[in-house]
Every structure is written in structure tokens, then in C-alpha cells.
């Protein structure tokens, strides 16, 4: 089957412009002009594969759809592409730190814009089909069994620990807030403040030792598991 893309824009023309070559490109399409009609597209089984979503809509900011997407089961795993205004009132950090996967700035060049979709796809395509086993550079991880080993050495995580790292596995290379790790991993406590999660984050990589690196601090933001393994720090 090929894969649905949720197109959210209210511009028209441009809504038109891009149902017509997505579907095309041999996609599948719905497609949403305001952040209500979004979510309700988005929350329909089976879910989007991608999401468009334009950052300025007349209802709901292009931002708040995203987060409600991120916070619902349904949908936190679809990846999501923001589309913003020349001059944009987004912020790269502010795009990623808010869940989204990538963005494109308009005007943008259809062919761009296509050659974004399909290598966002065939990221999440990769992660789905990677199956029980995660096998990230010297990092193995058995969720079912939680262990988790570096090389061929066993590291005992407590299961928060564990939490935190397959959450950070599934969202690598994307920006996670102190907040966002509270309320997936922790889920909101009264006594927990984000400084455990600095705290927890520490003790997960010291356990991790040499694999530790795949987590890394974005200053200011949160934490963000390498995209891959060999990917170079900043
Ligand atoms: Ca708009």
C-alpha cells in the first residue's frame, strides 16, 4: 500500500497543488484546512504515514497541532513536516523542540519538497522495520526482555532507565525537551522536576559508558539521540 500523507493548509491553491502532486507521485492523500480538521484527519485508522502541516492556520496555531499529535498515542510516531512562512515565526529549535521532523520554508520548490517527503518516509520505514532487536552502532537492545548490552557487555538499567533510552532510540535525531521526557517518560509528578531528568539522563549514560556519546545535550533545548551512530557531535 502506498503511504498516506495528511496535507494541512489552508492556502487553496497550494492545498490543491500539493494533493495533486503527492497523489502524483503515487501517494495517497487527505488533506485538512484548519488545525481542528487536521487532528480529526490525523486521529483516523490507519494513521497518516506523514503529516504536512503548515505552521499558520486559522484556528489553531500550525505548533499546538503538533503537540496535541505528539501527545496522542495515535500519532506520536508520525512524522511530521512543517511548513512556514518566509520569515518565519518558527525557529529551527522551536520547529524540532515541539516534535517536528523537519521543515520547509515557503516558497519552496516542489521537487525539494518531494525529495523531503521521501527521504522522511523511508527514515521512519527503517526504524518500523527494525522489528523487536534494536541494534544501534554498539548499542543492542532487547525491549521485550529489557536488557540492553554495549559490545557484548550487559548493562543493568533500572526500568526508567530503559524507558528513557528506547524513547530516546525511537525519537533519534529529534530534539527531546526536559518537558517532553517528563511527561513520556516520568509522566507528570508532582515531586519530579526536570532537573531528575538531567539527572537521569547523567546516570543512563555513565551505565551506557562509550555508547553514552548517542545521547547528546542540545544546550538550552533538552537531549537528542544521534540520528546514527557515527554521526559527529557539534
Ligand atoms: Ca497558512
Known sequence: ????????????????????????????????????EALAQAFLDPAPDLILLDLMLPDLPGTEVCRRLRADERTRDVP?????????????????????DDYVVKPFSLRELLLRVRALLRRARTVAEEGDELIFGRLRV???????????DEKMLTALEFRLLTTFHA?????????????????????????????HVKRLREKLGDAGAYVETVRGVGYRFRARPDEVGE
Open 80 to 100: 511530521v513536516m512543517m511548513v512556514t512562512a518566509k520569515g518565519s515565526e518558527i525557529d529551527r529549535v522551536v520547529g524540532f523542540e515541539i516534535g517536528a
Open 1 to 36: 500500500m502506498s503511504p498516506i500523507i495528511l496535507i494541512v493548509e489552508d492556502e487553496k491553491d497550494l492545498l490543491t497543488t500539493l494533493d495533486y502532486n503527492l497523489e502524483r507521485e503515487g501517494y495517497r492523500t487527505r488533506t485538512a484546512a484548519t488545525g481542528a
Open 171 to 199: 525519537r533519534r535525531g529529534r530534539v527531546q525537551t526536559r518537558e517532553t521526557l517528563l511527561s513520556d517518560v516520568w509522566g507528570y509528578q508532582a515531586d519530579v522536576t526536570t532537573r531528575t531528568v538531567d539527572t
Open 142 to 152: 532487547d525491549p521485550p526482555g529489557h536488557r540492553v548490552w554495549v559490545d557484548d
